[in-house]
């Protein structure tokens, strides 16, 4: 069973940063991507960025492109989501997900990834 678990969501003003880590409790780690994805209150779900098995290949969403950082530590176990230059927008649960399929280059398709983590919360005022 894989559990993902994420943290380093809180409270920032606009223009500040945050650093979400997500964790992963197995050791076939390595071989998926991984993706993170966020919801607002009375919003769909929406993609936001996802890392390639290997760390070699990202791809994110337009409204945080430049602004958003994913990469992956497989030593760890664990991806880094680093956002600069908060928006108010960007308020939002935030999910991390494994990719089901492996050796793969990442995918913005939900429907794809098999497990995801309870989210954490980043809330940015203005």
């Known amino acids: 069973q894989v559990q993902l678990v994420e943290s380093g969501g809180g409270l920032v003003q606009a223009g500040g940063s945050l650093r979400l880590s997500c964790s992963a409790s197995?050791?076939?780690?390595?071989?998926?991507?991984m993706g993170w994805f966020r919801q607002a209150p009375g919003k769909e779900r929406e993609f936001v960025a996802a890392?390639?098995?290997?760390?070699?290949?990202?791809t994110y969403a337009d409204s945080v492109k430049g602004r958003f950082t994913l990469s992956r530590d497989n030593a760890k176990n664990t991806v880094y989501l680093q956002m600069n230059s908060l928006k108010p927008e960007d308020t939002a649960l935030y999910y991390c997900?494994?990719?089901?399929?492996?050796?793969?280059?990442?995918?913005?398709?939900?429907?794809?990834?098999?497990?995801w983590g309870q989210g954490t919360q980043v809330t940015v005022s203005s």
């Open positions: 197995v050791r076939t780690f390595t071989p998926y991507g």
């Open positions: 890392v390639s098995w290997n760390g070699a290949s990202t």
């Open positions: 997900a494994r990719d089901s399929v492996r050796l793969t280059i990442p995918t913005t398709e939900a429907s794809r990834y098999d497990y």
